[in-house]
């Protein structure tokens, strides 16, 4: 929910500041580029300290730590500041994805799927969050405000990270035995049942830390992890680049080949400002994601993890082909980009299922981390391939989002494990074993 308010409040807080700070096109996209280059940086850091404090820990101080600069921002007193205190809440952002890591230790393997997928609709809760803060506070109290009332949530997400239990999980990889039965006891003892008998097992290896070198820790498992860096850039890239070219496809009419109108970036009394009615254009946009997330939620569990991402990474491909066809009708081609949107939007939710359930406990977070890291450098890159390359070449802009969407479902496909009803795994040495029966 962090995540998706953070992005949609930065779509629209920068028209405003372009406005009142005179900002050019590239000090605009600047402000967005910068969060995600505080994310790229704060979530391989974030899995890390998840990985050796505990997951509960990790999200307090995520939690403490987006409250107060986001809380600064709000003084922003100009563009310099800003820049610098939205690169520290993208920095905190880059942490979020350890909720993840949390609720999938407590999950069953054979519900994991349905349940991931279902609280994957906060992303959408959190955009129409901040979209209906910003119709009601950006008319009257103006920016500064919408800043404020923006990090309040986060004061409830903090407390209610405080009464969560650890991870039994993280308390195994740690060789903590005791600790891990008493979550276990609370969580048998909440759901009105008794524990299992028998004795809890804790490996010899419980005790270590991971490191980023035990993601590449044989060939297989080598292979693994390259796949999800280029898959989670590939599905970044994809998406936030139809997000994009929504709204330059939508100020253009149509997907044409044309030559783009010549503008004058030095005059700021043009900029424009949100109206009542873009935010709503804004909430119907999002609710194209429903579908794609409804998709995931109905297959993954049956289908599988593999099967499910690369089919919707392959029919979103196809949808963006779509745009090929030269159309000045609205309608056909929200009908493209709602299609688009929604397939590569289900995937990507498939896709943080995945990753977590293929990593050990001690280096969960961590490759986790490390992939919604490189995700990020895809994020960095397609504003200037929605926003500028479109400009100079529709055709090739068009193909590439659909050539790079067709080559991260292929890459899935290569992936030497299918999580499906497995158990999340402890130690390396299992996900090694679950490698060479593959």
């Known amino acids: 929910m962090t995540d998706a308010g953070e992005l949609m409040l930065l779509s629209i807080l920068s028209p405003e500041l372009q406005c009142k700070w005179h900002l050019a096109k590239w000090q605009q996209a600047l402000i967005t580029t910068i969060v995600f280059v505080g994310y790229l940086i704060g979530s391989p850091l974030w899995g890390k300290f998840a990985d050796v404090y505990g997951r509960k820990t990790a999200l307090i101080m995520i939690g403490l730590w987006l409250f107060v600069f986001g809380l600064l921002s709000s003084f922003s007193p100009n563009y310099i500041w800003m820049l610098l205190l939205r690169g520290l809440v993208g920095f905190g952002i880059g942490g979020t994805a350890q909720t993840v890591v949390l609720y999938s230790e407590f999950l069953p393997s054979t519900v994991r799927g ?3 997928t279902l609280v994957s609709f906060s992303w959408i809760l959190g955009v129409v969050w901040v979209v209906a803060v910003g119709y009601f506070v950006m008319p009257t109290l103006g920016w500064r405000w919408l800043l404020v009332i923006s990090a309040m949530p986060l004061i409830i ?102 030559t783009p109108a010549n503008i004058d970036e030095t005059c700021f009394d043009s900029c424009q400002l949100l109206t009542k009615k873009d935010y709503t254009k804004i909430i119907i946009t999002t609710l194209a994601e429903f579908p794609g997330h409804l998709i995931t939620l109905g297959i993954i569990d049956y289908a599988g993890r593999k099967l499910t991402i690369s089919i919707q990474n392959m029919l979103c491909a196809g949808s963006i082909l779509l745009l090929f066809i030269c ?54 890159i397609t504003p200037f391939v929605a926003q500028v390359f479109l400009d100079k070449s529709p055709t090739a802009t068009i193909a590439l989002y659909a050539f790079v969407c067709f080559l991260a479902a292929v890459a899935i496909i290569f992936l030497p494990i299918e999580t499906k009803g497995r158990n999340l795994v402890s130690q390396l040495k299992e996900t090694k074993s679950a490698l060479k029966s593959s």
């Open 114 to 116: 349905f349940w991931m």
């Open 157 to 258: 997400f903090i407390a209610c990270c405080y009464f969560l239990p650890e991870s039994a999980y993280y308390h195994v990889a740690c060789g903590n035995k005791e600790a891990a039965l008493d979550t276990l006891k609370l969580v048998a003892k909440t759901n009105g049942k008794s524990l299992p008998p028998g004795d809890l097992k804790v490996g010899s290896g419980s005790g270590d830390r991971g490191t980023f070198v035990e993601l590449y820790s044989d060939r297989k498992t080598t292979i693994t992890t390259s796949l999800l860096l280029f898959i989670w850039f590939a599905m970044a890239f994809v998406y936030y680049g139809i997000v994009l070219l929504t709204t330059e496809l939508f100020a253009k009419g149509h997907s044409c080949a044309a």
């Open 327 to 380: 159309t000045k009708s609205q309608i056909t081609l929200t009908v493209f980009l709602f299609l688009a949107r929604g397939l590569i939007s289900g995937a990507f939710q498939a896709i943080y299922i995945y990753t977590p359930e293929v990593y050990p406990t001690h280096v969960r977070g961590m490759g986790l981390g490390t992939c919604g890291s490189i995700a990020r450098i895809g994020c960095i």
